[in-house]
């Protein structure tokens, strides 16, 4: 198949799954195209099976703000007609559905069928969606999918809960590449940030507000007042230089180092001892599950899909939203040598179960069926 992705180009969780995504279908064979305004940062290798168009967003005197949404529209209009695409896979649901949209509209009346699938990722419901001046394209966008899948069953059930969806919701969760992730023996970096053998605690996320990274700060404190331990903050975002002055006041400067947005997680991950993740919001976790593929063990929030992934008391512990006292006493155990070699397996256990290679065919399965039913609808209606 020809398939168009449409993403964010960033380290978040949406522009993550759908890049790893078309890389994977890319090496089963299929030709995708990555239609966005810049090139995703895991787009890190050369295929011929994947290629990039970039959407270039013009700014004129008129409008006040320049519209993407439009320039994306046309864009795919312009790829599809041109690249003979038979499928859209558009993730995140604003504003990339309602540009699907209208794209299958203007190529329909070309007499060009192009079906769309929607992924709904979490924010682009849970936070973004819900603004009343984004409501309701947000529900007719999706209800005009051909087919729209979630990466849990919170987010699935919330989506029906704030939005008039009269659409099917096909659950398929995120996925992991157990070739990339998974532990590395990097004994030089871990000597490096623990020189005297401390446990070494991380978060990684986009900084962002619902993330709760003043809690991650006040969780490693309450630690290392009990054991030797590090702490490591990767990603960036606009709670970065909050979360920085704290660690400073608490004087950390020594304890705790904040590497910025990298592309090689895992190595970072496989020196690591324990994930710490007190989001207020989380339709999946998928930084979570790359930490457990690389043997690190999670203490978090039991917020939307979590629950789904980290199971209590086997690959983590889970917390309620804002429990500080609970999620330290979780890390404690998890990081006594006695327990912590267990929760290491267990999570790696955990994440087997989310290979590619199990989800990969249900992406698959999906633009087949959507395909066939546009292509019966398209032969329908000339008959009729």
Do not use: W
């Not at 969780?219 to 704290?246: T, W």
């Amino acid at each position: 198949m020809k398939i168009g992705i449409i993403c964010y180009p960033t380290f978040g969780g949406s522009g993550v799954v759908a890049t790893e995504l078309g890389k994977a279908l890319a090496q089963k064979g299929h030709k995708v195209h990555f239609i966005t305004y810049d090139q995703p940062n895991r787009l890190d290798f050369f295929s011929e099976n994947i290629f990039y168009h970039k959407v270039e967003i013009r700014s004129y005197p008129l409008f006040k703000y320049p519209s993407y949404e439009l320039s994306l529209a046309s864009k795919i209009v312009h790829v599809v007609q041109y690249e003979k695409l038979d499928v859209l896979h558009v993730h995140y649901a604003i504003p990339h559905a309602s540009a699907a949209f209208m794209a299958r509209q203007i190529l329909a009346s070309k007499g060009i069928i192009i079906p769309f699938v929607t992924t709904l990722h979490g924010t682009d419901i849970t936070l973004v969606g819900k603004d009343e001046s984004y409501e309701p394209v947000v529900t007719f966008s999706i209800n005009e999918s051909n087919a729209v899948t979630s990466v849990s069953d919170s987010l699935k059930n919330e989506t029906y809960e704030y939005f008039a969806v009269q659409k099917q919701i096909e659950v398929i969760p995120n996925f992991i590449d157990l070739t990339r992730f998974k532990k590395q023996k990097k004994d030089h970096f871990k000597r490096a940030i623990c020189p005297n053998n401390e446990k070494l605690l991380i978060h990684t996320s986009n900084f962002r507000k619902v993330k709760r990274v003043e809690d991650v700060i006040q969780i490693f404190d309450r630690v290392r007042q009990e054991i030797p331990a590090k702490l490591l903050f990767v990603g960036d975002g606009p709670e970065r230089q909050r979360a920085e002055a704290l660690s400073k006041e608490l004087k950390m400067n020594e304890s705790v180092r904040f590497l910025g947005e990298i592309g090689e997680i895992e190595e970072v991950l496989s020196v690591s001892d324990l994930f710490l993740m007190p989001s207020e919001k989380e339709s999946f976790g998928l930084a979570a599950l790359e930490a457990m593929a690389c043997e690190v063990p999670v203490v978090s929030s039991n917020a939307g899909g979590i629950p789904e992934l980290n199971i209590h008391g086997k690959t983590g512990f889970m917390s309620q939203v804002g429990d500080v006292e609970d999620m330290i006493k979780n890390a404690l155990l998890i990081l006594d040598d006695n327990n912590l070699s267990t929760f290491k397996a267990n999570a790696l256990l955990r994440a087997q179960e989310f290979t590619l290679d199990k989800i990969l065919p249900r992406y698959e399965a999906v633009y087949e069926r959507v395909l066939l039913e546009s292509r019966r609808a398209d032969k329908k209606s000339k008959q009729s």
